[in-house]
């Protein structure tokens, strides 16, 4: 389906698969998909499909927060969930994606990193959060940022004994406060739409992702694409990002 004919119909007030603009495509969720990850949930939004596992390891701290444990987001851009993915290190594509979704959970503070604290200065639990897409079909970013936070939620600490950690032995669940929600907006024709799937991001202008925390509060923030958004635009997209927000903390019980 070609842009042109996309950015018709939407300026026309249609999508693709005849959604409204602010209408997420069917989103399925799958917790402990993983069972040697100490967390994992598998999201599907439409035909995307993300698994995001949770690993624990025991490193040094960054030397500026010697109390304060670490958590990382990598992704991993498959070739065999879509021919526009490459074999190889990290790509451009890969790194924005780990960046947001790792704002996002850092920027609003669910993880107390100091309480990951073992030894400070000399140990640390290290939290590896990472994204595996297995079909892509538009908008990773929201699949694996709602994977990352459900994932998270169903994290639990092995035991840790004599420096050893006896992993499938747990001691406690991670304490995650807070389930920061990543939604992407796309512009297309001077409208936006929630939920771009693969054809509406190739016919996009720009898009931006908002992430809100519980309470309704905007965390982080990501633009996309060579066009650009006026105040009022940002004003809107950061509405419905809040209120998307709301309904997909429903989807995992929050």
């Not at 495509?25 to 439409?46: H, P, Q, V, Y």
Request: contains cysteine; aromatic residues 4%; hydrophobic residues 35%.
């Amino acid at each position: 389906m070609s842009e042109s004919y996309i950015t018709k119909l939407v300026g026309d007030e249609q999508r693709v698969d005849g959604r409204k603009f602010d209408q997420f495509r069917e989103i399925k969720i799958e917790t402990d998909f993983i069972k040697t990850a100490e967390g994992s949930a598998r999201i599907k939004i439409g035909k995307t499909d993300v698994v995001v596992g949770i690993k624990l390891s025991v490193g040094e701290p960054y030397p500026d927060s010697p109390d304060e444990g670490v958590l990382a987001v990598n992704t991993e851009l498959s070739p065999i969930a879509s021919p526009e993915f490459e074999p190889g290190p990290p790509g451009e594509e890969s790194i924005e994606i780990s960046r947001v979704i790792d704002r996002g959970i850092r920027e609003s503070k669910c993880v107390d990193l100091e309480k990951l604290c073992i030894e400070a200065g000399k140990k640390v639990w290290m939290i590896n959060v990472d994204v595996h897409v297995l079909d892509h079909d538009g908008n990773i970013i929201d699949a694996g940022g709602l994977a990352a936070i459900a994932a998270l939620l169903k994290t639990k600490i092995p035991i840790l004994e004599d420096d050893v950690i006896k992993y499938g032995e747990y001691e406690k669940k991670l304490e995650v406060k807070d389930t920061p929600i990543p939604i992407t907006t796309a512009k297309i024709a001077g409208k936006f739409l929630i939920d771009p799937n693969l054809e509406e991001e190739q016919a996009m202008d720009a898009r931006i992702t908002l992430t809100s925390t519980k309470d309704g509060n905007i965390c982080s923030i990501q633009k996309g694409g060579i066009g650009y958004l006026t105040k009022e635009e940002i004003e809107k997209a950061t509405d419905l990002s809040i209120a998307k927000g709301k309904e997909l903390r429903k989807l995992l019980g929050m």
